[in-house]
């Protein structure tokens, strides 16, 4: 495959408490086939308990139903080189065990670490 099939320039936006309710918004914008997921990024909003996700996609190619899966990797010393290792440790170990995994982000709240990983549905 070609990095032509990652390429895309259409965003949409998800708000909510948590990734849980962004997960349902994003099943249900990706549910018809209608968007091709590409990517996600993830933002949190200072002062608030609101996270942001935006999906990347395209619609000039079939598209897919996709899911947000998080696994909570642990804590992170951004200091630390074992810490760096361990977490790339972590994050191979838990990427392994999902199916059909396109891309991910890393949310990091007080020091510890979530991977999300959007995967097809």
């Known amino acids: 495959m070609s990095v032509q099939h990652q390429v895309h320039e259409q965003f949409k936006v998800f708000a909510g408490p948590d990734i849980a309710s962004i997960d349902s918004q994003i099943r249900a914008f990706t549910a018809n086939g209608g968007v091709a997921a590409k990517s996600i990024g993830i933002g949190h909003v200072e002062g608030g308990d609101t996270l942001v996700v935006s999906l990347g996609y395209r619609t000039d190619v079939p598209g897919y139903p996709v899911k947000l899966t998080t696994k909570q990797v642990g804590a992170f010393d951004h200091g630390s080189p074992a810490s760096i290792a361990a977490l790339e440790g972590a994050l191979n170990v838990h990427a392994g065990g999902e199916d059909d995994v396109i891309c991910h982000e890393l949310f ?7 991977l999300v990983m959007m995967t097809l549905a």
Not at 108 to 114: A, Q, R, T
């Open 108 to 114: 990091i709240s007080g020091g510890s670490v979530n």
